[in-house]
T-cell receptor
């Protein structure tokens, strides 16, 4: 079975500050991990993905995430928050074989304070 | 990039009626599409996997007779909520599988309100 846990349903940062959104995964096989962003009343957009290549993954809009197997983590970071980053962020996990069902975390709502 | 559209974006219907939601891949062919349901301030719950030309695979606990899924072509999947009730009110999102495992392009979602 696979699962992801996102710590903190709400995160507030000041504009220009570091963004850190936490995600821990559980998977019995090597995982593929994703971060998606959702703006109000919209579908999800892929930010970045880890598929067993480089452990530090760079995505769109200046976001990046590091896969740490020893910590079973895939935290999302951005050095400097922008007002346009305010949205809901979902961590997700799947694996390379079989049914490839994607399991999403419960989401973290990022608020950026001017 | 790949674009997935949904129609309608918002629908209000009366209890007991049926509603059809369309999911289209606009510039690519999607052999596999997914239907999710999202409750307010919650994550996405996978309802079913829709494969072109075959029956959908429903997740445990999802009523297949209530949520009818049809994937008749490589660019269109439909979700019909039959005999809708207020508890069916939710945000329904479809996605299409592209690229590697887990990679999906999502539609903008359809907000269903049953009165």
């Amino acid at each position: 079975a696979q699962s992801v846990t996102q710590l903190g349903s709400h995160v507030s940062v000041s504009e220009g500050a570091l963004v850190l959104l936490r995600c821990n995964y559980s998977s019995s096989v090597p995982p593929y991990l994703f971060w998606y962003v959702q703006y109000p009343n919209q579908g999800l957009q892929l930010l970045l993905k880890y598929t067993s290549a480089a452990t530090l993954v760079k995505g769109i809009n200046g976001f990046e995430a590091e896969f740490k197997k020893s910590e079973t983590s895939f935290h999302l970071t951005k050095p400097s928050a922008h007002m346009s980053d305010a949205a809901e962020y979902f961590c997700a996990v799947t694996y390379s074989g079989g049914y490839q069902k994607v399991t999403f975390g419960t989401g973290t709502k990022l608020q950026v304070i001017p | 990039g790949a674009v997935v559209s949904q129609h309608p974006s918002w629908v209000i219907c009366k209890s007991g009626t049926s509603v059809k939601i369309e999911c289209r891949s606009l510039d690519f062919q999607a052999t596999t599409m997914f239907w999710y349901r999202q409750f307010p301030k919650q994550s996405l719950m996978l309802m079913a996997t829709s494969n072109e030309g075959s029956k959908a695979t429903y997740e445990q606990g999802v009523e297949k007779d209530k949520f009818l899924i049809n994937h008749a072509s490589l660019t269109l999947s439909t979700l019909t909520v039959t005999s809708a009730h207020p508890e069916d009110s939710s945000f329904y999102i479809c996605s299409a599988r592209v690229g590697g495992p887990g990679e999906q392009y999502f539609g903008p979602g359809t907000r269903l309100t049953v009165t």
